[in-house]
């Protein structure tokens, strides 16, 4: 019989602390809903006491959704855990996540406390939660740097105070396959009651083995892994969700299952990528567009005769269809909306489908051939209707040998602005005509250009991060003219100031 291994995904905490990357409360209700769907155990809402604005999505997150578990994160503050608790409060299975550092480096620096105390206000913590929910899971932030014999003692203690699954982290990404697996096996076998509660791994992948140390985790015992959509996060991100469930998919041996409907993992990666504007890279494992490309003379010769050749995983098994319905400008409402059911985000409001038509159809008229790209980015750019400040037209002379010019207009809450410039390039260009009508001392930290699919009439998306008054901006744009992507995304950036 196969053991369950319960899916933790952290896309809505751990993973949106990606910079520039940030969801609001409905963006978030849409991705756990889509997270329902796939099949996630646990869904890792927010950090509550952090800001009113994560708050405020747990609660809503908690009435989205039926059956997974909702989880809270919290320090071992008892401030936290109420506030956790407050903002769980309509969720049909609840979860507090409590937790402290316990490597030598953490105890002295972060706390300048000592090995028995944070024992102590470890249980404490666990303790204080238990009176509020009955699964309260414990994390040992930085486990992967903790010494294992003293790891043990503190995971011994929190599941005698009632901790329900002990989370251990590598939380720099610092461990090696076998390290962190032998940590993991060191726990099972030296804990009395451990088997009382779950082990869980929450692996980061600085050094490119989240997945690795996560999987190894799995063989030694561990039976839930933390894990994001597309593998996002701080830093080099988190353990890849798609690569645990399909390297478990195609290793049936190993007799672990999880919960994961396997065909909605690319329309949840299409989703998750798409609202936070964040690319995918190319070649990433399973979601990647290059995933079940095939360059190689031999490659393609040995696919054409037997698809197992070389690929182990069946497009179709993560939700890839091949044979996507081609939208063009002759398409209808109805092929719309199916092609956005397909990619994750369902639209029932007529008169917000009815825009994104229209928006459609002018894209339509500029390109032969829409993608699921495309219609990603125009279902999920924000629309420039409720901003203070709007581009109303762009008009640049460029190329070799001739200076580049450019006038551009804008619409400021309703007044009229333009201005012209010249400039090292169209977009160098357009922006210092920018400037001349937004007059703030604005600094281009960041100016990232990818093209979504491919051809010369393809969409560009432009991200980009400004700096103003200290603080670090990031702004979005996307047209199939990269000059006109460019300014949107400036314009994106000066919308989000504090004060325009």
């Known amino acids: 019989m196969s053991e369950r291994l319960f899916i933790f995904d952290t896309t809505l905490r751990d993973g949106e602390q990606v910079p520039g990357c940030q969801l609001n409360t409905i963006e978030k209700i849409q991705v756990a809903r889509q997270l329902e769907q796939l099949g996630v155990d646990i869904i890792e809402a927010g950090f509550p006491i952090s800001s009113p604005g994560d708050f405020n999505s747990v609660i809503e997150i908690s009435k989205a959704v039926t059956w997974p578990t909702i989880c809270a994160l919290t320090r071992a503050v008892q401030k936290d855990i109420d506030v956790a608790a407050e903002s769980l409060q309509y969720a049909k299975h609840k979860r507090i996540h409590t937790g402290i550092g316990t490597s030598d480096s953490h105890i002295k620096y972060k706390f300048n406390s000592n090995r028995e105390e944070i024992i102590e206000r470890a249980v404490a913590a666990v303790k204080y939660a238990k009176r509020y929910v009955e699964d309260v899971e414990f994390y040992a932030e930085d486990a992967g740097r903790t010494d294992n014999e003293y790891l043990a003692r503190v995971v011994e203690a929190v599941i005698k105070a009632g901790a329900t699954v002990v989370n251990i982290p590598d939380t720099t990404g610092y461990c090696l396959p076998a390290e962190y697996g032998e940590k993991i096996k060191y726990l099972v076998e030296h804990v009395d009651g451990i088997q009382n509660a779950i082990i869980s791994t929450h692996c980061h992948n600085d050094l490119g083995m989240a997945t690795a140390n996560t999987f190894s985790g799995v063989i030694n015992g561990a039976r839930q892994v933390e894990v994001t959509v597309n593998g996002i996060g701080e830093r080099a991100g988190n353990t890849s969700m798609e690569e645990i469930a399909m390297i478990l998919k195609c290793h049936k041996h190993l007799n672990i299952d999880t919960n994961i ?65 081609v939208l063009t400008a002759r ?33 339509a008229d500029q390109k032969k051939e829409i993608t699921d790209a495309d219609i990603l980015v125009l279902a999920g750019a924000d629309t420039a209707e409720s901003r203070a400040i709007k581009l109303d037209f762009l008009q640049v002379t460029t190329g070799m040998g001739v200076k580049s010019v450019a006038s551009i207009g804008l619409d400021i809450s309703g007044q009229k602005f333009e201005a012209a410039s010249t400039g090292n390039g169209p977009v160098d260009a357009a922006i210092k005509a920018l400037k001349k009508i937004i007059l703030k001392q604005m600094t281009l930290k960041e100016f990232t250009i990818q093209a979504i699919s491919k051809g010369s009439d393809d969409v560009g998306k432009v991200h980009m991060q400004v700096e103003y008054d200290g603080q670090l901006y990031y702004g979005f744009g996307a047209n199939t003219d990269i000059v006109t992507a460019s300014v949107e995304a400036y314009i994106d950036c000066i919308n989000k100031f504090k004060k325009v």
């Open 261 to 325: 409907n396997t065909t909605k993992i690319y329309p949840t990666s299409r989703m998750v990528s798409s609202l936070m504007n964040m690319p995918v890279q190319p070649n990433k494992a399973i979601v990647g567009r290059n995933a079940f490309a095939h360059s190689s003379g031999i490659h393609q010769d040995g696919v054409l005769k037997n698809v197992q050749t070389y690929e182990i995983i069946d497009p179709k098994d993560i939700g890839l269809d091949d044979n996507s319905i």
């Open 331 to 363: 398409s209808g409402r109805a092929a719309l909306k199916y092609r956005l059911h397909v990619n994750g985000l369902e639209i029932d409001d007529e008169e917000k489908l009815d825009k994104l038509y229209q928006k459609f159809l002018k894209l």
